[in-house]
């Protein structure tokens, strides 16, 4: 939707002439250092094309309402600023809600209300991250109406602090992380334990990034999540028997493999394998990418998801399926799983040229497997949460 079509949209719904702003924040997609982040190791993520906007105008009392068109017939959820406690009947409001909340709650002044008219292109289960993007667009709208002074990366912090705190998930900070900090045409090597950060070119020259949806449900992620964090905090523990380390993001491979013994169980070992390699690929990708090597890059990306398939198992038969076929169609220079896993989504970085082909055969042979078919999406590299002040 245009400019003009989500004005009218909003107009019609809150009933209202008055001229509301634009604000729109991005999706992000991981392209190496997956299962790192709670490792104390390396990400590197990227703000895409796909996103939520969110058209918005201040209010004269204390009432918020909040319309999502991805999700009309929850229809208009209304509360007030007094009360801006998690409610489940408020259902996706909350993203919202929980970001307002902790605003005022840090001390930022928001003295009216709002009518927010919400509406994402991110396609819903795929792990692209629509709930930070939410919250990140969230933030913005509230920046941007009350004219506040707030550091971006604190309010990627309130942003986390939602998703732990207010909704209950304990996710890192890397989607807040992304969302908020994104570059165009760049990726961004993250730090999750000190938040350092530097910007990486992603020249991809001929090449584009496809995205490609399993559409498989996504019902084991969150409790193997849980279990894969436990197995690498057992691992490092019996690693610290000998050794001064806080995470196994601080370990290369070579101390990994001096000292890899320690690790009494071999599950855990092997979790504990794809977190230290898996940092070390990303270390490796920021440099090939800042010397234009795309292929070597690639090659990375390959190796990233046979580490997630063979030492964290995290893959499942649509993804493996899904970097298999990329891997041996002309033109793929690499394809990986991107995010938590056991469903959700694959990358590949395709040559031009190849990208309809790519699509036919993958769609055919998976089909054909699975019963059901995936989805594309080809996405660009954005820029970070932010004002629309012209036309889209």
Request: net charge negative; with cysteine; hydrophobic share 35%.
């Amino acid at each position: 939707m245009n400019r003009s079509e989500l004005s009218q949209t909003f107009s019609n719904i809150f009933q209202t002439d008055q001229n509301p702003r634009f604000f729109f924040a991005p999706g992000r997609i991981n392209l190496i250092g997956e299962h790192t982040d709670y490792n104390g190791g390396h990400v590197f993520p990227a703000a895409i094309s796909f996103g939520t906007y969110a058209v918005a105008r201040q209010r004269t009392d204390q009432k918020l309402r909040f319309y999502s068109l991805n999700f009309p017939e929850k229809e208009i959820i209304e509360c007030d600023l007094a009360d801006l406690s998690f409610n489940p009947d408020h259902d996706w409001a909350n993203f919202p809600k929980g970001m307002i909340y902790h605003f005022i709650k840090n001390g930022f002044s928001v003295s009216h209300g709002m009518d927010i008219l919400f509406y994402g292109n991110i396609p819903n289960g795929a792990g692209l991250s629509s709930s930070a993007s939410i919250e990140m667009v969230t933030g913005v709208v509230l920046e941007g109406l009350f004219n506040l002074e707030i550091d971006r990366l604190r309010m990627i912090q309130l942003g986390q602090n939602v998703e732990n705190q207010y909704i209950g998930v304990n996710s890192g900070i890397m989607d807040q992380f992304a969302i908020g900090k994104g570059k165009k045409d760049s990726a961004i090597l993250l730090d999750c334990q000190t938040l350092e950060y530097s910007y990486a070119p992603v020249e991809l020259n001929d090449h584009e990034i496809v995205i490609i949806n399993s559409n498989k449900q996504r019902t084991l992620a969150g409790s193997k999540y849980n279990e894969r964090r436990a197995q690498c905090e057992r691992a490092l523990s019996d690693l610290r028997t000998e050794l001064d380390v806080s995470s196994l993001g601080e370990l290369t491979g070579k101390q990994f493999e001096q000292y890899k013994h320690l690790i009494a169980d071999s599950t855990n070992r092997k979790r504990a394998k794809h977190a230290v390699y898996e940092n070390e690929r990303t270390l490796l990708a920021l440099k090939e990418l800042q010397q234009g090597n795309i292929e070597t890059f690639g090659e990375l990306m390959n190796q990233s998801h046979v580490s997630l398939r063979d030492d964290y198992e995290v893959t499942g038969d649509e993804l493996d399926a899904i970097a298999e076929t990329a891997w041996n169609h002309p033109g793929v220079i690499g394809a990986r799983m991107t995010g938590a896993g056991f469903g959700g989504c694959a990358i590949a970085i395709v040559h031009q040229s190849q990208i309809e082909s790519f699509k036919e055969n993958l769609t055919t042979s998976y089909t054909e497997r699975f019963g059901f078919s995936p989805s594309f999406y080809e996405a660009k590299i954005s820029d970070g949460a932010k004002e629309l002040v012209e036309e889209f």
